[in-house]
């Protein structure tokens, strides 16, 4: 037998009589709590090298900065930590020489005695260095005006457009490497 629904009457009186529960209210942030922690962590064991690895080509320099990294900094119970640096090849020898340098400006980065040690490794970097014109060559002069001039006229019956444009840049080089 079917069950006898409520009037609209009785349903008010009822919901009247039984006031339901608030809706739940949404967790805090994790953030809030994790704030806390994270200082005090910070305060405990300092920056690592994620911090390191911005900053790095300020610290020692952008011809270092391209051929090492930080990888990690090692906590010592007794003094200072032990960082660890991957150099590509033999820039290790050149890091080593200037090794209290380095130290000096990390100790000034990081706080004084934070970092005691190099550790250095030699192995790949995690990203390949910037591709930058050697120290050892020099750039091409570009063109006088009555060269330029004279490839721009013999150049004129050609149309505009990127074959143009090629045109004109492999002109210019013809030229350039044609004057002593």
Do not use: C, Y
């Not at 020099?138 to 505009?160: G, I």
């Amino acid at each position: 037998m079917p069950r006898k629904l409520p009037t609209r009457a009785e349903a008010a009186a009822i919901l009247a009589a039984h006031r339901p529960l608030p809706p739940p209210r949404p967790p805090r942030h994790a953030a809030r709590g994790l704030s806390t922690v994270m200082k005090e962590l910070d305060a405990k064991f300092g920056q690592g090298p994620e911090t390191l690895q911005t900053r790095w080509a300020e610290l020692v320099g952008a011809a270092l900065a391209d051929r090492s990294e930080p990888v990690r900094l090692v906590k010592s119970r007794t003094g200072g930590a032990t960082l660890e640096l991957r150099v590509a090849g033999p820039v290790a020898a050149l890091i080593q020489h200037q090794a209290p340098l380095i130290l000096a400006r990390l100790n000034l980065f990081l706080g004084e005695g934070a970092v005691a040690r190099l550790r250095i490794v030699q192995g790949p970097l995690t990203r390949p260095p910037p591709n930058r014109p050697s120290s050892g060559r020099r750039a091409r002069p570009p063109l006088d005006a009555a060269a330029e001039a004279a490839l721009t006229e013999s150049l004129a019956a050609t149309p505009d457009g990127p074959l143009k444009a090629a045109l004109r840049r492999l002109g210019r080089e013809v030229l350039r490497a044609d004057r002593p």
